[in-house]
C-alpha cells in the first residue's frame, strides 16, 4: 500500500513542469525565428552554423531539458513523500459499516454555506473520519449516475486521499439521481453479515431522477441500510455558478435566461431518513452535524470482525531524490555543444 504525505506537491508540479516546458518550447520557437530572419534560406542557413559554429550540437540542449524536466519530476514526487506499508497484518475491530455518498452535481457549487456545499461535504467527512476508530468505510459520488471511489475498507488514509479528488466535474452526466447511489451504496456491504450499515447521504436533496424516493427507500430497506441524511444549503437557496474567469463570475440560467437559484430540499431527505430508520441533519453548523452523525453511529450495535491492513510504513523519498541528483549531475556534465575531440575525430573519418 503506497500513501503519499502531501499529495499536494503533486498538483505544484505539475504546474511547474509544464511552466518549463512552455519556456523551453518558447526559447527553441525564438532562436529558429532569429536565425530565419538572418538567413531564410534553409539550406544556407544549415551551412552558416556548420562554419561559424561547427560544434553546435541539436539533440544535446534536448537531451538536456529531459534530464532536467525528469530531475525537477522526481523533486516533486519526493516532497509529496511516498510511503510503502510493508507489513500486512491481521487486525481485530468492533464497529459499523458505512458508505459516504457525495452529490457531485453542478447544484453543489452553490455558495449559500461557506465556501461551498461540495467543500462543506468534503469538510465534514473528513473530520468524521478523524473521530471514528474501528468502523469500515467506502466511499461512492453520484450525479446523473453513480461511480464507486473507495470499496469498503479501514484504511482512513485512503480514504482522504479520495476525498480530495472529490469534485463537481467528475461526472460528464448531470443531474441528481439518489436512488442510483443507494442501488451502489448497497453492494458495497457484507451481505452475509450481521454488521449494522450505514448510508450517509450527503446532499442538497435536488433529485431529477425517474424513479424517486420510493426506489431509494425500496433498495435500503431489502439491504437493511439505515440512510444519514445531511443536508447541505439553505432552503432559501444560491445561484450556482458556471465560470469565474476574468470577467467576473457566471450563473447558470434558464431556458428563459432567468439565473436558476438552487434550494435545499429538506423534505425529501427527511423521508428518505425516516423510512430508513436513519436520522436527518442539517450542515449550517459543521461541529454539530458531525457529533449528529457521531451519536447515531454510537447507538448502533458494534460488530467485531477482522482486517488486515498495511503497517510500519516507511518513507521513500530518499530514492526520488537520490535519482533526481543523478540526473542533475549528468545534466551539469552534458555540454549543449560538441567536445572537440569528436568534431575532430569525424573530420578525420570523413578524410
Avoid at 432559501?236 to 458556471?242: N, S
Wanted: aromatic share 8%; glycine share 6%.
Amino acid at each position: 500500500m503506497i500513501l503519499l504525505d502531501a499529495p499536494y506537491y503533486l498538483n505544484y508540479g505539475l504546474l511547474a513542469l509544464a511552466l518549463l516546458l512552455m519556456l523551453f518550447g518558447y526559447k527553441r520557437w525564438w532562436q529558429k525565428r532569429v536565425l530565419s530572419t538572418a538567413q531564410p534560406n534553409k539550406e544556407l542557413r544549415n551551412l552558416m552554423l556548420e562554419r561559424l559554429a561547427p560544434e553546435h550540437s541539436k539533440v544535446r540542449p534536448v537531451v538536456k531539458f529531459i534530464l532536467l524536466f525528469v530531475a525537477i519530476a522526481l523533486l516533486f514526487a519526493a516532497l509529496a513523500n511516498p510511503k510503502i506499508g510493508t507489513q500486512l497484518g491481521t487486525v481485530k475491530r468492533e464497529g459499523v459499516d458505512i458508505v459516504f455518498a457525495i452529490d457531485v452535481s453542478k447544484s453543489m457549487l452553490a455558495e449559500d454555506i461557506a465556501p461551498n456545499r461540495i467543500e462543506k461535504a468534503k469538510r465534514i467527512v473528513s473530520e468524521t473520519l478523524n473521530q471514528l476508530t474501528g468502523d469500515r468505510i467506502g466511499m461512492i459520488t453520484y450525479a446523473a449516475t453513480a461511480f464507486p471511489q473507495l470499496p469498503i475498507t479501514t484504511d482512513y488514509g485512503a480514504a482522504k486521499m479520495f476525498l480530495r479528488g472529490v469534485n463537481t466535474d467528475m461526472m460528464s452526466s448531470q443531474g441528481t439521481a439518489i436512488n442510483e447511489a443507494v442501488k451502489l451504496a448497497t453492494t458495497f456491504y457484507d451481505q452475509q453479515g450481521v454488521t449494522s450499515k450505514v448510508l450517509v447521504l450527503l446532499s442538497d436533496g435536488e433529485d431529477h431522477s425517474e424513479a424517486g424516493i420510493e426506489t431509494a427507500v425500496s433498495l435500503a430497506e431489502e439491504a437493511s441500510v439505515y440512510i444519514v441524511s445531511i443536508a447541505l444549503g439553505t432552503p432559501e437557496g444560491a445561484p450556482i455558478p458556471e465560470n469565474t474567469g476574468g470577467r467576473g463570475t457566471t450563473f447558470k440560467k434558464d431556458n428563459e435566461g432567468n439565473v436558476v437559484i438552487s434550494k435545499r430540499n429538506d423534505a425529501f431527505l427527511k423521508l428518505l431518513a425516516e423510512e430508513t430508520n436513519g436520522t436527518f441533519i442539517e450542515s449550517t453548523d459543521t461541529e454539530l452535524a458531525i457529533a449528529e452523525l457521531k451519536s447515531f453511529l454510537d447507538q448502533l450495535d458494534k460488530t467485531a470482525f477482522e482486517t488486515q491492513t498495511y503497517s510500519a510504513y516507511k518513507d521513500q523519498f530518499q530514492w526520488f531524490v537520490g535519482i533526481a541528483l543523478l540526473l542533475l549531475f549528468v545534466d551539469t556534465a552534458i555540454l549543449e555543444r560538441k567536445s572537440k575531440s569528436l568534431v575532430w575525430h569525424i573530420k578525420n573519418w570523413r578524410k
